[in-house]
T-cell receptor, first 115, second 121 residues
């Protein structure tokens, strides 16, 4: 079985400050890793994904994440946040591509950017 | 990217009634779609996998007789909440893989619908 743990339920930060949202996973098989963003009352938008190759992945809106296999982590970072980054962020894993892309989500981290 | 729509975007119903939610892939075909449920301030929980032409696969703990899923065509899956009760009030989100569900050669990115807010009075 797979599981995803997002270590922080809420992260308040001031505008233009750097931010890191933490994500750890557990799996007995190889996984693909994702970060999604959800704005209020909306669906999910993919920020970035790790499938293979370089462990540093760059996504949209200036976000990046680094896959660390030994620590089973996939932390999301942004060097300078904007007010518009305020949203809920979800880390997710896909346990096996033969399962058609079924996703297991973490509990979510609410990023609140203050002026 | 691919577009997935849901209808309605929000619905309010009385306890005991049934509600149907549609999920459509607008510019691609999807042999597989996924239904998630999200309670306020919580994560998305996978409810079931909708399979075109066959029965849906439900996750453990999800009542298949209460949450009826029909994958009527390659672009449409419906979720019917039967005899809805206040505890069924939630945000329901569907997703479909970009290739439509064929996964033997590459990963298929999930595209999510905008969600349906169900409130049962």
């Amino acid at each position: 079985a797979q599981s995803v743990t997002q270590l922080d339920s809420q992260v308040p930060v001031f505008e233009e400050a750097p931010v890191e949202l933490r994500c750890n996973y557990s799996s007995s098989v190889s996984v693909y890793l994702f970060w999604y963003v959800q704005y209020p009352n909306q669906g999910l938008q993919l920020l970035l994904k790790y499938l293979s190759g370089s462990t540093l992945v760059k996504g949209i809106n200036g976000f990046e994440a680094e896959f660390n296999k030994s620590q089973t982590s996939f932390h999301l970072r942004k060097p300078s946040v904007h007010i518009s980054d305020t949203a809920e962020y979800f880390c997710a894993v896909s346990p096996d591509y033969n399962q058609g892309g079924k996703l297991i989500f973490g509990q979510g981290t609410e990023l609140s950017v203050k002026p | 990217g691919a577009v997935v729509s849901q209808h309605p975007s929000w619905v309010i119903c009385k306890s005991g009634t049934s509600v149907k939610i549609e999920c459509r892939s607008l510019d691609f075909q999807a042999t597989t779609m996924f239904w998630y449920r999200q309670f306020p301030k919580q994560s998305l929980m996978l409810m079931a996998t909708s399979n075109e032409g066959s029965k849906a696969t439900y996750e453990q703990g999800v009542e298949k007789d209460k949450f009826l899923i029909n994958h009527a065509s390659l672009t449409l899956s419906t979720l019917t909440v039967t005899s809805a009760h206040p505890e069924d009030s939630s945000f329901y989100i569907c997703s479909a893989p970009s290739s439509g569900g064929n996964t033997y050669d590459s990963y298929n990115e999930q595209f999510f619908g905008p969600g349906t807010r169900l409130t049962v009075l």
